[in-house]
Structures are given as structure tokens and as C-alpha cells.
Nanobody, 121 residues
Framework: QVQLAESGGGLVQPGGSLRLSCAAS????????MGWYRQAPGKQRELVAD???????TYTASVKGRFTISSDNAKKTVYLQMNFLKPEDTAVYYC???????????????WGQGTQVTVSS
């Protein structure tokens, strides 16, 4: 019953900004981490950023200083603020979460459907 709902993707010019959102819903007992991966055409999916509930965020080197990940525990939502966007950031961005469901005794990974981010003139 767990679902990850993503939003915020779109087309933006180089140097512009976008904010992605991902809200987890369902029979969630514990939400351990949430984050963002991306996959560009012809490339492997890579971790962009993640944050553990109550922990510190991590970033891939190429986005440090430009992207900021944050979370809202009450809303079970993670955000990715993307500034100074570059064409190289163009990709499908996937929300990721490690969640323990109400009826489970362990956590499992969950993925969103993906949202397209295109950085182009």
C-alpha cells in the first residue's frame, strides 16, 4: 500500500531552479531514509542526494553547492531544491525511500514513478 508521489519536474533554462517533492503515503510504520536518484539517457541511474530521518544529508559530488535536500517528517515528504541547473542535470529523477510497513517486520526499498527534469536553452 506504500506509494511515493513525485512532483516538480519540468523544463528550465541553464542557471534556473526547480524544486522536486516526494510524498510517501500508505501503511507506514517507519520511514528510515528518503532520497533522489536520476538517470540520464545512455547513463546508469545514480544517487543524487538522500537524507535519513534525523540524520545528515548526503550528495553526489556533481551537485554539491547547487542542490539541497530537506524533509518534512509530519508530511512524510522529501524535497530537492535544485539551483544553478546545468544541461548535465537533465534526467528522469526518481524518488527513493526505505520504509517499514505497518504489517512488516523489516524495511523495504520503494521507488517513485520518476519525474522528468530538462535543462535546456
Amino acid at each position: 500500500q506504500v506509494q511515493l508521489a513525485e512532483s516538480g519536474g519540468g523544463l528550465v533554462q541553464p542557471g534556473g531552479s526547480l524544486r522536486l517533492s516526494c510524498a510517501a503515503s500508505g501503511t507506514i510504520l517507519s520511514l528510515y531514509t528518503m532520497g533522489w536518484y536520476r538517470q540520464a539517457p545512455g547513463k546508469q541511474r545514480e544517487l543524487v542526494a538522500d537524507i535519513a530521518w534525523g540524520g545528515s544529508p548526503t550528495y553526489t559530488a556533481s551537485v554539491k553547492g547547487r542542490f539541497t535536500i530537506s524533509s518534512d517528517n509530519a508530511k512524510k515528504t522529501v524535497y530537492l531544491q535544485m539551483n544553478f541547473l546545468k544541461p548535465e542535470d537533465t534526467a528522469v529523477y526518481y524518488c527513493y525511500a526505505e520504509i517499514r510497513e505497518d504489517t512488516a517486520d523489516y524495511g523495504l526499498p520503494y521507488w517513485g514513478q520518476g519525474t522528468q527534469v530538462t535543462v535546456s536553452s
